[in-house]
């Protein structure tokens, strides 16, 4: 998927400005904004649930009140040791919708997400790395 296909436009020839409304299913980005640089985030970091850290462990979540449109991320998980032999991480999207995503010991599992709200890691006694890649205008 390239960046420049996330944000797709539909003209509005009455006004000079975004030409669609919260909430949106195809949320876009025209004139003048059309033009505007992506920028790109990159928060990297590691994770431990072994007690006393409660679970589930938060590793993301947007601001409800200045998340952008259109946000596309890849996520990166890698669970490297722990008692469970798989973890459970949580995606919950702006609709509120949520997708679980199973990571097996010694492995990196990689996604690219549209519109990601949260990210939390429900598994205890598991420990590893995760790596976000936020694209946004």
């Not at 876009?28 to 006393?52: Q, S, V, Y």
């Not at 919708?97 to 990196?108: A, K, M, Q, V």
Request: one cysteine or more; charged letters at 20%.
């Amino acid at each position: 998927m390239a960046l420049n296909d996330i944000w797709p436009c539909q003209e509005n020839e009455s006004s000079n400005t975004t030409a669609c409304s919260r909430p949106c299913k195809k949320c876009c980005r025209c004139k003048p904004d059309k033009d505007r640089a992506i920028i790109t985030d990159e928060i990297c970091g590691t994770f431990d649930t072994h007690l006393p850290v409660p679970v589930p462990l938060n590793i993301y979540h947007v601001d409800e009140s200045i998340r952008p449109f259109g946000i596309v991320s890849t996520i990166s998980f890698y669970y490297g040791q722990g008692d469970p032999t798989l973890i459970t991480v949580l995606v919950t999207y702006y609709d509120l919708s949520e997708e679980t995503i199973i990571i097996p010991r010694g492995n990196t599992i990689t996604r690219t997400l549209r519109n990601v709200g949260s990210l939390t890691i429900q598994t205890p006694q598991a420990s590893g790395k995760y790596c976000l890649n936020i694209h946004y205008k």
